[in-house]
């Protein structure tokens, strides 16, 4: 660095500090805010929740400036009405012709009170209609209707929004609310206002401030999320958990949700997809209040708006799979089944016969056990494979330990006798494996479907008070890995488990391997209650039937199965193999002897090698 640079950069720094110093500081107001305010605004403020403010009515010049040919309707009188039916109670208000507050009446929160999916302080909605003098925001605008508070009985409602803007000139907001359920069509309608507004696409933005309706704030959080399916079927979503995210989606979206752990605000387009769309989630960890801010920034098509087919479809609802998939294509997404391969499952399998259960029985937790005994009798038939395999293996261990005593710790030798062994009286090492392999699908299914029921949720069985969350049975300060509580479900599922690996390891045979096996069994129910301390009782409780049903059904299955009878039918295998009679091995089997008569060969071709070395130099 030469003189001159060095100059450049001194006087450059000294000029930085003088302005720090002698420019004077704005004295602290409303022109200037706190700056630690301002930061933490910042970060949990969503852009579009900052132009939704509360404002001053105006009077006709202000008007007139800031809504141009609207100005008739920029000032009114607020009214609200409430409509209701037997599932949803929503209140319309004329500021806006808008939703400004959905309970839903047969859910409570998780401390009894009611379920206010949607309220004016959590969930506010902006619709900026672009015209030639600039964008004009419907929600601010007072309409008039007709409509009257009451109950829909008979046939559907509809409540009709109108703002007059001139002689002939004024734009309609329709909600049509159905005699039962939670779906609300609604239609916008510019009318007479072609010359009015431009082409431009309408833009929609939605901020929700979701409110805690679970105990568990940490588990809500993970759950809360915006899904989207695209135009192109792309079933899309923010990342769950506690970080923040943001996405733009590449393609038009069809519908969004704002999805609670069981509930769902959704809107759906009838005709043509939302051209743009833009989504956020936001955590503040310090606000307990609130599980997260969601932003749906969204766009209308002008064209369907002004053709007369601005019509879509409010959810505010359950999560439930079985209402969803008639709202809208794959809707029912929003329901989360687990992954690809084990969706089906649930979706074809544990969710239907979850639901015929449901018609007779109306205790959760005897339906749990009716569903663990089901599956259980599917499943008779691996089980008791499973079972013959291992009294075969049974009935060889003393064969087996012979062979090790003869051999020696030589594991590729041990395998290769073994491999012969197995050969010599047709029995198939992994026949025991494939029916416990054929099981584990079935209970990482369940493993996905519980937490995500909503069938459980509020529903009691002996101390759990409800299903769908742990059942906090003993509470504690909080102690790493466990948390603040401790699941008596969870215990008993972990007591059982353990059981079933005592009761396994007496009549399973050892293998030989650098790993205990036997020993790892008891190890991992261990592991299993840590993980599965804050689960849904339901799902713990389902694991602790099963092992006890489990244990129970190899008891039964152990009376009909003979050792002796499984001896000689393996001895005569042995005689008929020795004659050339038997049947030659296929598949894995194969496959497994071939390689280890190469591994033999191998090892047989090192120790002649070796043995010649050692010749040469004697």
Not at 8 to 33: E, F, H, N, T
Not at 217 to 225: E, M, Q
Not at 447 to 461: A, D, G, T, V
Request: charge should be positive.
């Amino acid at each position: 660095m030469d003189r001159n640079q060095l100059i450049g950069i001194v006087l450059i720094m000294a000029m930085l500090v003088g302005y720090q110093l002698l420019v004077p500081k704005p004295a602290p107001g409303v022109d200037s805010p706190d700056p630690a305010q301002t930061a933490q605004q910042a970060k949990t403020t969503p852009p579009a929740a900052v132009t939704i403010k509360a404002e001053q009515p105006l009077d006709s010049a202000a008007a007139k400036a800031k809504f141009g040919d609207f100005a008739a309707v920029a000032s009114g009188e607020t009214r609200d009405i409430v409509v209701e039916n037997k599932d949803v109670s929503v209140t319309f208000s004329t500021l806006g012709g808008q939703v400004t507050e959905v309970v839903l009446k047969n859910y409570k929160t998780y401390d009894g009170k009611p379920l206010v999916l949607i309220d004016p302080k959590s969930s506010r909605t902006g619709l900026d209609l672009p015209t030639t003098g600039g964008k004009v925001d419907l929600r601010k605008l007072y309409y008039q209707t007709t409509a009257q508070s009451g109950t829909v009985a008979g046939q559907p409602q509809q409540i009709t929004f109108r703002a007059e803007i001139a002689p002939g000139e004024s734009v309609e907001q329709v909600y049509t609310m159905p005699v039962e359920g939670y779906v609300l069509d609604y239609a916008l309608k510019l009318n007479g206002l072609s010359s009015t507004v431009t082409n431009d696409n309408i833009r929609f933005y939605w901020v929700d401030e979701m409110r805690q309706y679970e105990n568990d704030l940490s588990n809500n959080r993970r759950a809360a999320t915006i899904n989207f399916l695209t135009a192109d079927e792309s079933f899309e979503n923010l990342k769950e958990g506690e970080a923040n995210d943001d996405i733009k989606a590449e393609k038009p979206v069809q519908w969004f949700t704002i999805k609670h752990k069981y509930f769902l605000s959704g809107f759906v387009a009838k005709n043509a997809p939302l051209p743009t769309a833009e989504f956020k989630t936001i955590v503040n960890p310090a606000d307990s209040s609130v599980v997260k801010t969601a932003t749906a920034d969204v766009t209308l098509s002008m064209a369907d708006v002004k053709a007369g087919k601005g019509q879509y479809k409010f959810y505010f609802g359950p999560n439930d799979f079985q209402r969803l998939g008639s709202v809208a294509p794959e809707f029912d997404r929003n329901v989360y089944l687990g992954y690809s391969v084990l969706k089906p499952i649930n979706k074809y399998f544990f969710v239907p016969v979850f639901n015929f259960l449901e018609k007779f029985i109306s205790n959760y937790g005897l339906l749990i056990i009716a569903l663990v005994v089901f599956v259980k009798l599917i499943l008779t038939p691996l089980t008791y494979k499973s079972y013959v395999s291992m009294a075969k293996m049974r009935v060889l261990q003393p064969e087996l330990n012979e062979m090790k005593e003869r051999v020696g710790d030589d594991m590729t030798k041990q395998q290769a006798e073994q491999m012969k062994l197995y050969q010599e009286v047709g029995v198939s090492p992994l026949s025991g494996c494939v029916p416990v392999v054929a099981t584990m699908p079935i209970l990482f299914a369940l493993f996905m479907l519980f937490p995500n029921l909503i069938e459980l949720r509020q529903k009691s069985f002996l101390w759990a008070s409800d299903l769908s969350t742990y059942d906090a049975f003993i509470k504690f300060p909080a102690i790493p890995f466990i948390g603040s509580h401790l699941s008596l479900f969870t215990v008993l599922m972990t007591a059982s488990s353990i059981a079933y690996a005592y009761y396994n390891n007496q009549t399973t045979p050892t293998q030989p391997g650098p790993v205990n096996m036997k020993a790892m069994s008891y190890v991992f129910p261990l592991m299993f209650m840590f993980v599965l301390n804050s689960y849904p009782a339901g799902l713990t409780f389902y694991y602790f039937v099963s092992n006890v049903v489990t244990i129970a059904q190899q008891q039964l299955i152990r009376r009909f199965v003979d050792e002796d009878k499984i001896k000689a039918v393996l001895d005569e295998n042995r005689r008929k193999n020795a004659a050339g009679e038997g049947k030659k091995p296929g598949g894995f089997q194969a496959l497994l002897q071939k390689q280890l008569a190469t591994a033999e060969e191998a090892r047989k071709k090192a120790d002649e090698a070796q043995r010649k070395a050692k010749s040469k130099k004697s």
